[in-house]
């Protein structure tokens, strides 16, 4: 899998691009864990040339979340990974899951950065 | 890296094997070898990509938890085509594995309730039609998983021809496409990769085949003919007739894009 970094005054992005499965969730897992150690909790990740998404993939997601939204400016502000762009296939991954009830998704990455 | 794999077509039945280290590197190989199984069961890209990923959640469960990270031992994997079922198994020969002890996720769960283990077994239930752990001190952990294949899906289903088409090994080969005509396959592709001689007989046979597959309105399509095979074609003018493609990709992209 291929991960791009984009910093935004808002939030960072992290476009994924390829497969996320066992063996690249770690990789994910890592470049999020260095955004957090520079106290960047507010992610977006863009899926839109996600290819396919297996479930070592959506423990990292669910972890990240947590992890974000533990870190707050105020009660009503603070850090949260929110996604944009999800392809058909993975989009029934979530919903077979239950993840779409828990993650905010956006249609596109302009929009997603804008939620925050 | 150690690796077998060994194909073989007996009593009328694809069966194919593929053995790897249980290691995340093999994962890569593992859905390679799903990819031909679900290829050769003729099913449509969503179920075939229903298949991968239950597959995938299989084994990364098996290089997670059977062996010891530092000395992992292999998987075997298994797929075999009956009438009207993908049937895999996934064996291992690591520490008993209890499905009963791994929780179901709450998928209803909010996000600070919501554990995140247990997905993977939870995608497997959800997207095969039968999950069957098995396990004895002798032989491991063996997890075997089916899929229905619908046979009245559009989707093309290939077979793998090999050896001689000749008067006497012809029947013997198209035994099982003319099985699955009858089962009301519509479309098909023979890959003729591993075909070293075609005779007349041969020929007359798959034109045989080709009257009985249009009948039915569907579609048949040759694929990666060694050049000799080929050549049979050109010859008697039967490359105007057959739909003959370079490769299986090149192939299954043909159909869907009407009639050749």
């Known amino acids: 899998m291929d991960i791009a970094h984009k910093r935004f005054n808002r939030a960072d992005l992290l476009s994924l691009k390829g497969r996320l499965d066992a063996a690249s969730a770690p990789q994910l897992k890592q470049q999020i864990e260095s955004l957090f150690e520079q ?73 997603a950065i804008g939620s925050f | ?64 938890h059977a062996y010891d990270a530092a000395a992992p031992g292999a998987i075997k994997l298994t797929w075999q085509l009956s009438v009207d079922e993908l049937i895999i198994t996934l064996h291992d020969w690591g520490r008993q594995f209890d499905p009963n002890a791994v929780p179901s996720p709450d998928v209803d769960a909010s996000l600070d309730d919501r554990q995140a283990g247990g997905l993977g077994m939870f995608l497997m239930n959800k997207l095969m039609d039968t999950v069957r752990y098995e396990f004895d001190e002798q032989h491991g952990n063996m997890l075997t998983m089916t899929k229905h294949i619908n046979r009245s899906s559009e989707a093309p289903q290939v077979f793998g021809l ?27 592709l023979l890959d003729m990769g591993d075909v070293s001689f075609m005779s007349s007989s041969g020929l007359r046979a798959l034109l045989l085949l080709r009257k009985d597959v249009l009948a039915r309105n569907g579609v ?7 050049p000799q095979v080929l050549e049979v074609f050109s010859i008697t003018g039967f490359t105007q007739v057959f739909a ?5 990709e090149d192939a299954l992209a043909a159909f869907g894009q009407g009639a050749p």
């Open chain 2, 244 to 248: 003959i493609h370079r490769t299986r």
């Open chain 1, 39 to 111: 106290g960047r909790y507010r992610i977006v990740l863009d899926m839109s040339e996600l290819e396919y998404l297996a479930s070592p993939g959506l423990r990292v997601l669910i972890e990240a979340r947590k992890r974000a939204r533990d870190w707050k400016i105020t009660d009503l502000e603070g850090g949260d990974v929110r996604i944009a762009n999800l392809p058909p296939r993975i989009k029934e991954v979530f919903d077979l899951t239950g993840f779409t009830a828990l993650f905010e998704t956006y249609p596109d990455v302009t929009e």
């Open chain 2, 220 to 226: 048949l399509r040759l694929c990666a003919l060694q």
């Open chain 2, 1 to 64: 890296m150690h690796l077998v794999y060994s194909r073989k077509a007996a009593d009328n039945q694809a069966t194919e094997v593929l053995t790897v280290p249980a290691t995340l590197d093999s994962l890569a190989h593992i859905s390679a070898f799903i990819a031909g199984a679900t290829a050769q069961a003729g099913l449509d890209e969503h179920t075939a990509w229903q298949v991968e990923l239950a597959i995938d959640e299989a084994a990364t469960n098996i290089i997670e």
């Open chain 2, 162 to 188: 090999s050896g001689r088409l000749d008067a006497s090994g012809t029947d013997q080969e198209l035994e099982r496409v003319r099985t699955a005509i009858g089962n009301g396959v519509r479309h098909i």
